[in-house]
């Protein structure tokens, strides 16, 4: 064979052998990490998660000097079912995590010992870093996320304002609910990969948009005068024994509230224990009979249609008026004949009667109505009831002589407040307001609330004899001594 064949056949004989060696190449490659047991193979995983937003803070008015609400870091306690499983340990586990989270272990075994399993809660927002790191090689398939918790550190105080926010993070009561939209600001995503230890490969993120901060909200209410109302209900309903109560302050030329207070309450951090009796907001959310507080009305009414004058005298038939054959009597002494100026202040039954009916059904319907009543006044909080103030085709022929004295009519204390903070205000019934001003995570102002007249019952004249007369109530013989 010549020199030539010879140099032909050696390249030939290598490529042969390169060629060959690279296929076992390529199938031990292949066998390696594609054939092998899956605990075997190199995990990872593309993972798309939501980054939740941090809630917008609530302050009073005041503004960040008062924070009333807020977000906290807290801990979610999570479990891999599957590690626990195969680590033989499920019922040690069950027994270090019933002392520290306080469930029975019982309970922990059941949803531990699930192997097809790889993501469980156990505990969600817990406040204490319960699980240190040296614990975690007790834990085998135990771990802890970093979440967001609404916190509300003065507990039960100003509960039926401010509301609170559910497990899904979701407000479900008061300004919480209400401004849901402003305060749960906008959540984020990233797309990425993690690696068998559920740690995020960064260099491998795919997208990420950041989470956007909801607004804060700023109250109308004052911390300081929110505190005494509270301590003064408290004592109110201690002293007469009553199953509940209700104030509320307002500023009479704006409508602003500076306070309301409700009870029984409860504390908001522990929402999930209170029942529906305590969450109720009772001064937006009962309707009840005004009784004698109505009557202010009503002699306002007719001093502003001119068909009495504070010395107008009126036959209050010594207690006791057959009106369509029904009696009407006095809650308190027999009068005789006396001015509407002591009707007022002896809260006469028979005088106010006999003063509403002179209005006429449907004069009288139409004040009542502009006074705020039988309809929702529009605070910005969630429950508010609109009363029970029937339609004149629905009155009887002596609804006059009783809705007149309160009774066959419902109100909320809202909107009797209102009525008379109208009389205080010059005949202007401002709309009610919790809400100072909302502001967007960049300091930027979002809504800032502004007076409203809602309408305007009785002129300027009558508000201010309706104010004189009033002061007598709490004089000498008057029905209100006790406001002095």
């Given at each position: 064979m010549s020199e030539r064949g010879l140099q032909c056949r050696m390249v030939l004989s290598g490529v042969l052998l390169f060629l060959a060696m690279g296929g076992l190449s390529a199938r031990l490659t292949y066998l390696h990490f594609r054939l092998l047991p899956n605990e075997c193979r190199p995990q990872t995983r593309d993972i798309r998660k939501t980054i939740q937003a941090d809630r917008g803070n609530i302050f009073d008015c005041k503004g960040e000097r008062n924070v009333l609400a807020l977000d906290v870091v807290a801990k979610d306690?999570?479990?891999?079912?599957?590690?626990?499983v195969q680590?033989?340990?499920?019922?040690?586990?069950?027994?270090?995590?019933?002392?520290?989270?306080?469930?029975?272990?019982?309970?922990?075994?059941?949803?531990?010992d699930k192997p097809e399993r790889r993501f469980i809660y156990i505990k969600r927002y817990v406040m204490d870093d319960i699980i240190q790191p040296s614990d975690k090689r007790a834990l085998p398939g135990v771990f802890t996320q970093d979440t967001l918790m609404r916190h509300y550190p003065h507990k039960s105080f100003m509960c039926h304002v401010l509301g609170f926010v559910n497990a899904e993070g979701i407000g479900s009561a008061g300004i919480e609910q209400s401004l849901e939209k402003y305060l749960k600001g906008s959540s984020g995503i990233v797309e990425s990969h993690i690696n068998a230890k559920r740690?995020?490969?960064?260099?491998?993120?795919?997208?990420?948009?950041?989470?956007?901060?909801?607004?804060s909200v700023t109250l109308t209410l004052d911390q300081n005068i929110q505190y005494i109302t509270e301590k003064a209900l408290e004592q109110a309903v201690a002293d007469h024994r009553a199953k509940a109560g209700w104030i509320i302050v307002q500023r009479v030329k704006t409508g602003e509230i500076l306070g309301m207070a409700s009870t029984p309450?409860?504390?908001?951090?522990q929402f999930r224990d209170a029942t529906d009796e305590q969450k109720l907001n009772r001064a937006i959310g009962c309707n009840y009979e005004p009784g004698s507080t109505l009557k202010t009305a009503v002699i306002a009414a007719a001093l502003n249609e001119g068909l009495i004058t504070p010395e107008t005298t009126i036959d209050c038939e010594n207690g006791l008026w057959l009106y369509k054959n029904r009696p009407l009597h006095e809650a308190h002494n027999g009068y005789g004949v006396i001015t509407v100026a002591e009707i007022l202040k002896k809260s006469?039954?028979?005088?106010?009667?006999?003063?509403?009916?002179?209005?006429g059904d449907k004069r009288l319907h139409e004040y009542l109505r502009k006074f705020g009543l039988g309809d929702k006044l529009g605070i910005e909080l969630p429950g508010e009831e609109q009363g029970i103030l029937h339609p004149v085709k629905r009155w009887y022929d002596i609804s006059a002589s009783r809705i007149s004295i309160g009774q066959g009519i419902s109100v909320t204390a809202l909107q009797l407040l209102g009525a008379y903070c109208a009389i205080a205000n010059d005949g202007r019934l401002m709309r009610p307001h919790v809400i100072k001003e909302v502001m967007r995570s960049d300091g930027s102002t979002l809504y800032q609330?502004?007076?409203e007249v809602v309408s305007r019952p009785v002129s300027e004249k009558t508000a201010e004899t309706m104010r004189r007369l009033l002061c007598g109530v709490t004089e000498e013989g008057g029905t209100g001594k006790k406001a002095c």
């Open positions: 306690i999570c479990a891999d079912p599957h590690i626990v680590s033989n340990r499920v019922a040690d586990v069950a027994l270090w995590l019933s002392k520290k989270l306080d469930i029975p272990s019982n309970d922990l075994v059941t949803i531990l740690q995020e490969m960064y260099w491998k993120r795919n997208r990420y948009i950041p989470a956007l901060q909801g607004a309450g409860y504390d908001l951090n006469s039954n028979i005088g106010t009667a006999k003063i509403g009916i002179s209005l609330a502004q007076p």
